[in-house]
């Protein structure tokens, strides 16, 4: 991979002249192609990407790592805006989706305006797996991310169902890597698997055990404390160069992992 440029065009945070809202976009620049990696809610995505000075033109990729709202709001807009655009996804984004505490419901599925959308695009250019997968040499789509460790979960409640009797397991929820040669930059939605196990599956997939970067989601808002500190030893071993935790991090876990992975 000759260069790779990421920029962050949907977050909880803004700077740049962008604004912010509660989701996450990620523009990754392959000079020959360029992919967004989820698309926010969809209120700022198209400011945000004028505001940055990007071509939505170019976009020649729509990576969705799962399909909460957040995530997926803005793709009506991506389609209208570029209709060749290919489209990669988890089958599993369509379903109905409820985070519930205290009684409090929350329908946080794929927007009604997002699934007409992706109904409209022809299926040549939708490719649905729950496989790993690669979009190009050296750049990669995890598919279902096995859930091997014992201290990570989707960071919920989440429900399939609004009575809270079906837990969601977030099936959908994949990843994008990228091959260069200072090693694989890990992009990330939510990270609902956990990001141990997706920053392992990565390493097997790719047959790379160096981690140049990672730069996403990391849900760690609600994680415990024991399961905050099995996270942080675990990323002592794999040594990340590069950490860049966004959208649904937590700003407690982001303190200390700043703290701790200095």
């Given at each position: 991979m000759k260069s790779v440029r990421l920029t962050i065009v949907v977050d909880n945070q803004a700077q740049d002249n962008c604004l912010a809202e509660h989701?996450?976009?990620?523009?990754?620049?392959?000079?020959?192609?360029?992919?967004?990696?989820?698309?926010?809610?969809?209120h700022v995505l198209a400011g945000?990407?004028?505001?940055?000075?990007?071509?939505?033109k170019k976009l020649t990729d729509l990576v969705l790592s799962h399909g909460h709202y957040d995530h997926t709001g803005g793709l009506p807009w991506v389609y209208q805006t570029c209709p060749q655009i290919k489209l990669w996804s988890h089958p599993g984004i369509t379903e109905p989706r409820y985070s519930i505490s205290n009684t409090e419901v929350r329908d946080i599925r794929?927007?009604?305006?997002s699934l007409e959308a992706l109904g409209k695009i022809p299926e040549s250019q939708v490719n649905w797996s729950t496989r790993p997968h690669m979009l190009a040499?050296?750049?990669?789509?995890t598919g279902f991310i096995p859930r091997k460790t014992t201290f990570e979960d989707t960071g919920g409640p989440f429900f399939l169902d609004p009575r809270a009797q079906r837990p969601d397991p977030i099936e959908d929820d994949q990843a994008l890597w990228i091959q260069t040669s200072e090693g694989l930059i890990v992009c990330l939605g939510c990270c609902h698997a956990g990001l141990?196990?997706?920053l392992e599956y990565i390493q097997e997939l790719s047959g790379s055990t160096q981690i140049r970067a990672i730069i996403g989601g990391l849900h760690l808002g609600a994680a415990s404390p024991e399961r905050l500190e099995n996270t942080i030893s675990a990323l002592h071993t794999i040594q990340p160069q590069l950490l860049v935790p966004c959208h649904c991090t937590g700003q407690a876990a982001m303190d200390r992992l700043q703290a701790d992975m200095n």
């Open positions: 989701g996450f976009a990620l523009w990754i620049d392959l000079g020959d192609r360029h992919i967004l990696l989820d698309t926010g809610q969809g945000n990407i004028q505001a940055l000075g990007l071509d939505p794929m927007p009604r305006t040499p050296g750049i990669g789509v141990i196990n997706t």
